[in-house]
């Protein structure tokens, strides 16, 4: 005897959805001014495929960003706030977020150049303030010494006036009187008497 055994076989596909789950948040580049930074957002499994999109602490999707990767460039202090990176699929969604804070310090190429124009600055002053000095200094010397030579020098002894001199010319005879020290030099003063 023979038996017969018939076995029916069906193949069926499952397709499990699974929402996004995981996803890690990571920032490139250093957050100072004028700075530009790369925010990326990956490793979310989930299925069907994910899809990420970046969003500021306003709600909005930030411009700039495509997929998994946000490039913002020319850092200010309107940069600041919490950036959300969504990764979503048609059954659920995940987040990560990123905290910019932007720091007071800036790019270490600006920093040196400041250092440089400050040593100058300084420097040029304190030169400055040394040639002002020297110029009122040697004004106030010239000054002394102009006042010095520019004082007539006066005897504190009364000068005696000398004695006549008897002057004979044409049948007549005249006296001289010098009174010296006490009529300034610069207007030397002689009178002659007639006898």
């Not at 929402?19 to 790369?38: A, F, K, Q």
């Not at 007539?152 to 000398?162: A, E, G, V």
Request: glycine share 8%.
């Amino acid at each position: 005897m023979m038996s017969a055994q018939l076995q029916i076989f069906s193949s069926f596909n499952v397709n499990v959805y699974k929402p996004p789950t995981g996803p890690s948040c990571h920032l490139e580049g250093d957050v100072v001014p004028r700075g530009n930074i790369s925010l990326t957002c990956e490793g979310a499994t989930g299925w069907p495929n994910v899809t990420y999109g970046w969003f500021g602490a306003d709600g909005e999707r930030v411009s700039n960003c495509a997929g998994k990767r946000c490039t913002i460039y020319d850092l200010s202090s309107s940069h600041d706030g919490v950036y959300t990176c969504l990764a979503t699929n048609a059954v659920g969604n995940s987040t990560c977020k990123i905290t910019l804070k932007l720091t007071a310090t800036r790019n270490p190429h600006e920093a040196e150049h400041l250092s440089t124009i400050i040593a100058v600055s300084f420097t040029i002053g304190f030169i400055s303030i040394l040639i002002c000095l020297a110029f009122i200094f040697r004004r106030r010397r010239r000054r002394k010494q102009s006042r010095a030579f520019a004082r007539p020098s006066i005897s504190r002894q009364p000068s005696q006036p000398t004695a006549p001199v008897d002057i004979h010319e044409d049948g007549l005879t005249y006296a001289e009187l010098d009174f010296g020290g006490m009529v300034p030099q610069d207007h030397p003063t002689t009178w002659q008497l007639k006898k």
